[in-house]
């Protein structure tokens, strides 16, 4: 049971790039979230799901786009990178219910430059 | 809206004091609260949570409805203890959470 899944690990990317994250579960989870840790910022939400073909934004959305086609991934795609999206990336999901916990992946460090 | 403040950044002591991660939150419904542990790079994990009032590697946490805290209590650390510790706030029906800042926990021998 791999749990949370997130690839890659690392990337560099030149301004202007655009790429993809993915993050993939084998939990069977509705939800699945995308948020960016930055120093002295915590966690903070990017965008988010609650089930396959749905997608809503979160605290931070902008410069970010996600999907979600199958129940068990869920992609965040950077059109056209810049410096200030330079962050570690986590993605979490969890089932649904009072007090379940989200399950976290590893984490993509991305650096822009 | 709901936020979470943990006030302080970085938090030492050293092994076999007692310690305390302060946790605040504002929320104005019945939330459900989380502690979460981030060893050093790696994910982050679940280490309580306040529906099930359970005692994880020695940590607890109280909610306090009154004065909306849920601080992280530790009656003895453990150099192993050193982590950023997240406290988390969910709210809701899409299971969001709300995190704190982060405190740095370091333990020193």
Redesign the interface.
């Known amino acids: 049971n791999a749990g949370v899944t997130q690839t890659p690990k690392f990337r560099v990317l030149k301004t202007g790039q655009s790429m993809t994250l993915l993050c993939a579960q084998d939990m069977n989870h509705e939800y699945m979230y995308w948020y960016r840790q930055d120093p002295g910022m915590g966690l903070r939400l990017i965008h988010y799901s609650v089930g396959e073909g749905t997608t809503a934004k979160g605290e931070v959305p902008d410069g970010y786009n996600v999907s979600r086609l199958k129940k068990q991934n869920f992609l965040l795609g950077l059109e056209s990178a810049a410096p200030s999206q330079t962050s570690v990336y986590f993605c979490a999901s969890t089932r649904t219910g009072r007090g379940q916990p989200q399950h976290f992946g590893d984490g993509t460090r991305l650096s822009i430059l | 809206a709901q936020r979470v403040t943990q006030p302080e950044?970085l938090l030492s002591v050293f092994k076999g004091a007692p310690v305390e991660l302060k946790c605040n939150y504002s929320y104005s419904g019945s939330p459900?609260l989380?502690w979460?542990v981030q060893y050093s790079r790696?994910?982050?994990?679940?280490l309580l949570?306040h529906?099930?009032r359970e005692s994880i590697k020695g940590f607890t946490a109280d909610l306090n409805k009154g004065e909306t805290s849920f601080h992280l209590k530790k009656p003895f650390a453990q150099e192993e203890d050193s982590a950023m510790y997240?406290c988390a706030l969910s709210g809701g029906s899409?299971?969001?959470?709300?995190?704190?800042?982060?405190t740095l926990l370091t333990v020193n021998p």
């Open positions: 950044k459900e989380f979460y790696q994910r982050l994990q679940l949570r529906i099930s997240y899409n299971y969001k959470l709300t995190f704190g800042k982060g």
